[in-house]
């Protein structure tokens, strides 16, 4: 339960990943997921990074999409009809410049029903002055108390690992009124062609996900158990169960599948087959038994 948003079951796809859910709806059943989360939007449309965007690394995908979305009017008027037709719940994920976007945000969110929960990007590493939020606690509170004020919708925060640590800025989310911490978002990286002498993104530095970062994604989840009362949302490399169950143990109250998507578009549902199983192999009735049980 984050906030007032209670989920079905504990697993969700990732923003981002998921493109706006119809793209998916023949090949997943869309109403046994736990929430969808769409890709980012922003107040006004973006048209993102020049290409390529994404290249394949070892274990990783490394992408430079820079936020391309048609704002959040779009949104609103296009796209979310049909989010409303599923049974899931929706989290939409929004990404604000400022504070005074935030309060424009509120106000667009307090005209419209069927979204279930915000998740605030503050995260995004190829955007740049889109990172700082996620960097700095203060900055972190400021920003979510803002948004805190101006909508009722439950409101999980999502956070970067490119930082120090990362449970500084979870707390900062949680002073700011947080109900819930969405992490992590990729991992600064860069891909280099060395005849040509230059990054294999068209934009330079990428973000990075997939199972690359699966470790690096449990050392945040464990620290940010370490430093608040609110729910987190483990995203980073997960595709089995048995990565799933890694970050239940470890803190997490829910996962996020990104990059997986792509590759094993169905790994949401043999997740969700194999949960059972594998929560009595631990004498577990379900998931909130085994929260944070690792032993470190
Ligand atoms: C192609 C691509 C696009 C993404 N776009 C977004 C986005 O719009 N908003 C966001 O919060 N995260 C975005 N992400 C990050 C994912 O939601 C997720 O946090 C990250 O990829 C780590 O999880 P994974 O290793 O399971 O992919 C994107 C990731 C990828 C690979």
Redesign the pocket.
Known sequence: MFGSLILKNPVLV????FGYAREMEGVVDLSRLGGIIP??VTLTPRPGNIPPR?VETASG?L?S?G?DNDGIDEFLYNKLPYFKTLDTKIIL?IAAKNTEECLIFGEKLGLVTGIDAV?L?L??PNVSGGVDFATDPKLCEKIVSTFRHVTLLPVLV?LSPNIGNIGDVACGAEQGGADGISA???CLGLAVDWRQRRSRLGNGFG?L??PA?KPI?LRCVRQIFKAVKIPILG????ETIDDAMEFFVTGASAV?????NFYNPTATTQLLNALPIALSELGAKNVAEIIGTLEL
Not at 235 to 238: A, F, K, L, P, T
Request: with cysteine; charged share 10%.
């Open positions: 990732a923003s981002g990943t890709k980012t994404t995908l992408n999409i936020l994920s998740e990007n995260s995004c999502k992590i978002n990729t973000g996900s997939g970062i994604a995203i980073g490399g997960i996020q599948i990104g990059t997986a």
